[in-house]
């Protein structure tokens, strides 16, 4: 959207094609806010502390080119989404209210706790996606809404040149051709069971990508939030954490005093995480069966719970059944961000690389959000950074292809044969007369991945977890249609998201299994160190032969000193 | 089990909707409606269409009418919609319907589109944020948060008569959220748009759009003050 933005500004002919109506999209459930170095809370603050956090975060494989441009670009994108009107919470002197968030800190770790998450309540998603469809309505943007992208189209020389795309309402089938095709199709929570994310969340520009040879990037890097509501699956933001909640185990104990004697609550997510259930682990969880932890809040008192975290009392009420205002909240880790995705430049370009192992550009596609892998996240991405990376990237995006259309763009156009390939899956799911139903396969998807690849992995357990991906294949690939209506046949996109469910799954599990090493949020109980001999680098994965190769990591910032790797603790 | 009632239509298929009865296991759990329609979808019949993104209540996909009362089916436990041990679900009021239990909402959708739903403000930005204290930012509570899911539109008697002319409640919560934004400075002109018999004034303060909004919020409210800026700006 912000993207789409950015071209719509500058009169090229641009559409946006959402699977549903573009407020709908996954973006909106962001509650905490978006982590910048905007100097409101702090008149100090430095967005070279806030670069230095996010490398540390991210276990120092995020590329720092990238980090230095999204930190340093922040204020000002966030500075244009205000003036566009978005209703951030304020501060008394009336600039942007920010909050303390995990892994923050000021003078490059050594000044204590930053309070840097830009805040519109705890519903800052919400705040910012409504804010930009309402700019997109404003520059009169055009939105094939409720229009499913089923593949790329590419043309002779590889190059992409657009995509196929089905009219959900109708089933009608087209091929949108275009100049630039930029992916922003979020993430694919939904290959675990457990998941913060939306339904929507089944990595369609993953499943499209990597069926074109497009590699991914670090794809066993998943995080796993450390509040997801126990049971329900859906998110409580950190924000609770920094507005002073803190996590108990059963016995009442704060337990992240032992974990992380600084930071405590405010450690990384991937530490916080492994610590839960190492809790749970040792017999500390809470309920009857002991296996999860709470979020006590109502020590912060009722005014600031429904002034400062208004949603979360809400969704606390709604799925847990408990008020904050009076007991804690039962909470779980829960799969919630996708660190890994389609390798990219800071222009949003895809990268792929040649056969010399040199990154390549392919020519036509780009990336920008969850789906992209810049990368800023590394290994563990900090909170309130995912909306700062798909609001920087999608406005860097949307800046490189209006200079590039304007210095003219030229793309050989596709043959027919290259668009019946593109739409090939598709032809051959409408045509097929049996196979399985959607559901269980995704249950069962849903399950492998769980087991196998949850917050801590082994290499022989993932390995029949791979075997186990390897049988589901064909009859994924073989699902059957219940419903061949062309009326908005909901049925039909169940089946495509699945395909691309499963090809997400697959280079999770792939890549999760070839890093022997523990780093971020990839957690192996037989490889338990960080090697930076061997894995101080970006995995690549091929769907292709399932091949996967190493890609280094940009170390070189352009207007500050590289952050050398250290120890990582909080 | 439960048994649930499900409103049926398929524009190919169908001269004419019907309802479908399921009988669904729910395992005595005080599941949300739309886990049961999740459960009708994987395990009874998987050409039941409705829409759905987020479950939890944020993204306004899911505005279902359930045992007469419109809501989002993600947020709605079985206990508070159950009525006579029986569950009848069907589209949201007064929008055509395209298939099932999902609408056309190009009507909804147009009137938003109409109240110019984005801060207008022509003098040059500073360099940075615009400054708004806490009391200015506290009028947009209550407004913001609208997730557009249209069940308070669809509970109007008045925005079923007059969909086209009749902003609606939606609408008019969003119309005054920008007038009720200090940073906003067209507060003339969209005042001036909206002054017409049937924009604003075609509510009759029934407050159906208060019942039914599932984020709380009170359109009836906000269209009371768009009416009294409407009537000061006449004297």
């Known amino acids: 959207m912000r993207a789409a933005l950015q071209l719509a500004q500058s009169g090229y002919k641009t559409a946006v094609i959402s699977k549903v109506f573009p407020t709908r999209s996954h973006t909106v459930s962001a509650q905490g806010g978006i982590t910048c170095a905007i100097a409101s809370a702090d008149p100090q603050d430095d967005w070279r502390w806030h670069m230095y956090d996010t490398v540390k975060g991210s276990d120092y494989i995020g590329d720092q080119d990238a980090i230095e441009y999204m930190c340093s670009v922040g204020p000002e994108a966030i500075f244009e989404l205000e003036h566009m009107g978005l209703p951030f919470s304020r501060t008394e002197e009336g600039r942007i209210y920010q909050r303390p968030f995990g892994g923050q800190s000021k003078n490059f770790g050594e000044g204590g706790q930053a309070a840097r998450t830009c805040a519109a309540a705890d519903r800052t998603g919400h705040a910012l996606l409504h804010t930009l469809y309402q700019n997109n309505i404003k520059n009169e943007t055009v939105f094939f809404n409720e229009w499913f992208a089923v593949d790329l189209v590419k043309n002779q020389d590889d190059a992409v040149v657009g995509v196929i795309a089905i009219c959900i309402e109708t089933g009608e089938t087209v091929y949108v051709k275009s100049k630039a095709t930029v992916f922003a199709t979020g993430g694919a929570g939904r290959i675990y069971a457990s998941t913060t994310n939306a339904h929507i969340n089944t990595g369609d520009g993953m499943g499209m990508a990597l069926r074109a040879g497009v590699p991914a990037q670090d794809m066993e890097m998943w995080q796993f939030h450390p509040t997801g509501i126990y049971g329900a699956g859906t998110l409580v933001t950190e924000g609770c ?82 008020d904050p205002v009076k007991e804690p909240i039962p909470v779980v880790p829960t799969c919630h961000y996708m660190m890994g995705g389609i390798p990219t430049n800071v222009h949003g370009q895809a990268l792929t690389v040649d056969a010399q192992g040199s990154d390549a550009v392919i020519p036509g596609l780009y990336a920008c959000g969850e789906v992209a892998c810049v990368s800023v996240h590394g290994a563990n991405r900090l909170g309130g950074n995912s909306l700062l990376d798909l609001v920087v990237f999608g406005r860097a995006s949307g800046l490189f292809i209006e200079k590039s259309l304007r210095e003219g763009i030229e793309l050989r156009d596709a043959s027919q044969t290259d668009i019946e390939a593109a739409g090939a899956r598709l032809e051959a799911l409408n045509a097929r007369e049996q196979g399985e139903q959607v559901a269980p396969l995704r249950h069962e998807l849903q399950e492998i991945m769980q087991n196998h690849f949850g917050v801590f992995r082994t290499g022989e357990f993932m390995r029949e977890g791979i075997a186990k991906l390897a049988d589901l294949r064909e009859r994924v690939e073989n699902v059957a249609l219940a419903d061949r209506s062309s009326a908005f046949n909901t049925s039909r996109i169940e089946c495509l998201e699945l395909q691309n469910l499963f090809e997400t799954a697959e280079a999770t599990a792939v890549v999760a299994e070839a890093r022997d090493e523990s780093r971020g949020a990839h957690a192996r109980e037989d490889f338990t160190e960080r090697d930076d001999e061997n894995w101080l680098c970006h995995s690549l994965y091929q769907s292709e032969g399932k091949q996967v190769s190493k890609r280094s990591v940009n170390f070189t910032p352009q207007t500050v000193e590289t952050f050398q790797p250290k120890a990582r603790s909080y | ?160 008569w007059n969909p086209d002319r009749f902003v609606g409640p939606a609408g008019l919560l969003q119309a005054y959220r920008f007038l009720a934004d200090s940073r906003d400075t067209a507060t003339e002109d969209r005042l001036a748009k909206l002054d017409d018999p049937f924009s604003v004034f075609r509510c009759h303060g029934i407050q159906n759009c208060v019942n039914v909004c599932p984020k709380g919020l009170n359109p009836t409210k906000a269209i009371g003050h768009i009416r009294t800026m409407l009537l000061n700006r006449a004297t």
């Not at chain 1, 009442?252 to 492994?274: H, Q, S, T, W």
């Not at chain 1, 979020?295 to 949603?311: A, F, I, N, Q, W």
């Not at chain 2, 004419?16 to 329609?37: E, H, I, K, N, W």
Request: include cysteine.
């Open chain 2, 1 to 160: 089990m439960l048994q649930v009632s499900l409103y049926r239509y398929n524009p190919e298929s169908d001269e004419a909707p019907y309802m479908q009865d399921f009988s669904v296991d729910t395992g005595d759990r005080d599941l949300m409606v739309l886990d049961v329609l999740e459960l009708i979808k994987a395990d009874h019949d998987g050409s039941v269409t409705y829409r759905r993104s987020c479950r939890e209540g944020v993204c306004g996909s899911d505005g279902l009418n359930m045992n007469g009362k419109n809501g989002l089916a993600c947020i709605t436990p079985l206990s508070e919609s159950i009525k006579g041990g029986k569950l009848v679900i069907r589209p949201l009021p007064g929008l055509p319907v395209i298939r099932d239990l999902v609408v056309d909402m190009s009507l909804f959708y147009a009137q938003y589109e109409k109240v110019q739903p984005y801060l207008q403000n022509p003098t040059p930005a500073p360099a940075i944020e615009r400054l708004q204290s806490p009391e200015e930012r506290a009028q947009l509570d209550g407004l913001y948060e609208c997730i557009l899911c249209a069940c308070c539109s669809t509970s109007c008697p008045s925005f079923w």
């Open chain 1, 241 to 322: 954490r920094g507005e002073g909640g803190y996590l108990v185990n059963k016995d009442g104990e704060r337990f992240m005093e032992r974990y992380a004697p600084n930071a405590k609550d405010l450690a990384g997510r991937d530490v916080v995480a492994r610590s839960m259930v190492l809790e749970i682990l040792e017999g500390r969880g809470c309920g009857p069966n002991g296996d999860h932890v709470k979020l006590k809040l109502d020590h912060l008192g009722e005014e600031v719970l429904e002034s400062r975290l208004p949603g979360i009392c809400e969704l606390s009420r709604t799925f847990a059944h408990v």
